[in-house]
């Protein structure tokens, strides 16, 4: 058992400062966008799909077995672990050592994963908040009322940015048409038609 440790931990190690140093990590991110509205993020996403904030309640409420990161990380400490407590006493039992390396390796990479989660929604609130949105032109994407809401589309903070889109205006609105962000209710925009004002975005 001790040669399988020592090949996790190796492997394992390698992987995690390639990741630190070359940002491999880096192929989970999916985009920079504010958590304190309810964006979605992506092209070809529907009404009924769950926005990044559920996505991220979800990971933090299962073990993130689908993840790379998880992976890389959880190898590593299981190979740490098991190396380390074979080395220092033998007279352990293998399955006790296995079982705490499992245990180990499976803590440590679902706690990495989740230390970058919370990083990486920090990060992205810096760089879009709910108010900067206002102000903005968006395309409807999801057609809508005054008696329903939909969905629009605009470009913030460098992101493509898919927002639930409400209107005040007896009027409605088809896909395609342009519309002016002049508000924010219950993580919802408060768009009004690009009639209003007269003039078109520059």
């Known amino acids: 058992m001790i040669t399988l440790y020592i090949v996790c931990l190796t492997v394992g190690g390698v992987c995690v400062i390639l990741a630190a140093v070359e940002g491999l990590d880096g192929v989970e991110f999916e985009g920079e966008f504010d958590s304190d509205v309810e964006l979605e993020h992506g092209r070809g996403e529907t009404e009924n799909q769950p926005s990044y904030r559920s996505k991220r309640k979800n990971l933090r409420l299962?073990?993130?077995?689908?993840?790379?990161?998880?992976?890389?990380?959880?190898?590593?400490?299981?190979?740490?672990?098991?190396?380390?407590?074979?080395?220092?006493?033998?007279?352990?039992?293998?399955?006790?050592?296995?079982?705490?390396?499992?245990?180990?390796?499976?803590?440590?990479?679902?706690?990495?994963?989740?230390?970058?989660?919370?990083?990486?929604?920090?990060?992205?609130?810096s760089l879009v908040q709910s108010h900067d949105l206002i102000g903005l032109w968006a395309t409807v994407e999801i057609p809508f009322n005054r008696d329903s809401r939909g969905k629009v589309r605009l470009s913030a903070g460098g992101s493509v940015l898919y927002l639930s889109a409400i209107t005040e205006e007896n009027q409605e609105f088809s896909q395609g048409d342009r519309v002016f962000v002049v508000g924010m209710e219950k993580n919802k925009v408060l768009v009004v038609s690009e009639a209003s004002f007269g003039v078109s975005e520059a």
Request: overall charge positive; aromatic content about 14%.
């Open 62 to 125: 299962r073990l993130p077995f689908g993840s790379v990161r998880f992976w890389t990380f959880g190898v590593c400490f299981f190979g740490l672990t098991g190396t380390i407590m074979s080395v220092l006493n033998p007279d352990l039992t293998p399955a006790f050592v296995a079982t705490a390396a499992i245990a180990i390796g499976v803590s440590c990479g679902t706690a990495v994963v989740w230390v970058f989660d919370i990083l990486r929604s920090q990060q992205a609130n």
